[in-house]
């Protein structure tokens, strides 16, 4: 028994050994906006692929129509329609489907279902209403135009003066906060704390929330804010910045880099339930992403 422990620990110590180190923080900034760039176009469920989704509440179902050959004219219609290719619904808090007169279970909803050539379908769950779970089912198009002519993301150069170490005053409740969404549904996140940090010379406090009330659960927060260039050269309904890697929730201090800062996923694609930001950062804030509507 000893020598299985001894073994183990030897193990161990040569896989924290073979773990690449963490990069700077600027270089870590450069490979993340590479991989941004994967999302929003490349990979096989890039953001700018989906052409359609399907969100549904208990009870609800939505049927998918297209001719097929023609990737373009692949849609979601809702309910439960007569001559669709496949339905989705979701009751009893599972999202199941029916196609071809046979019934497709979670696990299949859940995982990418082929259609046609170059068009699938994914469930993921998501908030359909504030802190009421449902499903959102993702129509793919692996020849989305959006996707082909997408030219990158467009971001501030990075400035190490833009990441600060901030004071966490953690909120013991954690209460519940209801954000309106672009969608004009409502999300719930609940407000795990208000961080304090000097930017530019003057001194700001802005609330983070998280995903979970439950404090073991809290591995990350996110803050989502506007700055005195929103509208104009940052995207008008605000950018989100995340904090991780604290370690036990509620941490005392905590280190936000808003070079890192990213638009919501709706600045580019309507398919998401994006929180609208509400606080406010009175400076310009002239790190991260950019807003992508406004040449540069």
């Not at 400035?159 to 969404?181: H, I, Q």
């Not at 104009?232 to 890697?245: K, L, N, S």
């Not at 929730?249 to 609208?276: E, G, H, L, Q, W």
Request: aromatic share 12%.
């Amino acid at each position: 028994m000893q020598m299985r422990k001894i073994a183990a620990a030897a193990l161990a110590g040569l896989l924290l050994a073979a773990a690449p180190a963490p990069l700077p923080p600027a270089q870590e900034w450069k490979k993340e906006l590479g991989e941004a760039n994967d999302a929003w176009s490349k990979i096989p469920h890039a953001i700018l692929k989906i052409q359609d989704a399907a969100y549904l509440g208990e009870g609800q179902s939505a049927t998918l129509f297209g001719i097929k050959g023609k990737p373009a004219s692949y849609k979601w219609v809702g309910g439960t329609k007569p001559g669709g290719i496949l339905t989705a619904i979701f009751k009893n808090g599972h999202l199941t489907g029916m196609k071809g007169g046979k019934t497709l279970d979670e696990k299949t909803m859940l995982a990418s279902l082929p259609i046609d050539a170059n068009i699938d379908i994914q469930g993921f769950p998501t908030q359909v209403s504030a802190g009421v779970m449902g499903v959102r089912v993702m129509l793919y198009n692996q020849l989305a135009p959006a996707a082909l002519s997408f030219k990158g993301v467009d971001y501030f150069p990075y400035d190490p003066s833009y990441r600060v170490t901030a004071t966490f005053k953690p909120d013991p409740k954690l209460p519940p906060r209801v954000f309106r969404t672009s969608r004009g549904t409502d999300k719930q996140f609940y407000h795990a704390g208000d961080a304090t940090f000097m930017l530019q010379g003057k001194t700001f406090t802005l609330p983070f929330y998280a995903g979970d009330n439950d404090p073991k659960k809290i591995e990350d927060m996110s803050s989502f804010f506007v700055d005195d260039q929103a509208g104009t050269v940052t995207y008008p309904a605000g950018r989100y910045v995340d904090v991780a890697d604290f370690g036990a929730f509620p941490p005392k201090t905590a280190i936000i880099d808003f070079n890192f800062a990213y638009n919501p996923n709706c600045a580019r694609s309507a398919f998401y339930t994006c929180p609208v930001a509400t606080d406010q950062i009175a400076l310009a804030v002239k790190a991260g992403e950019k807003d992508p509507h406004t040449p540069h």
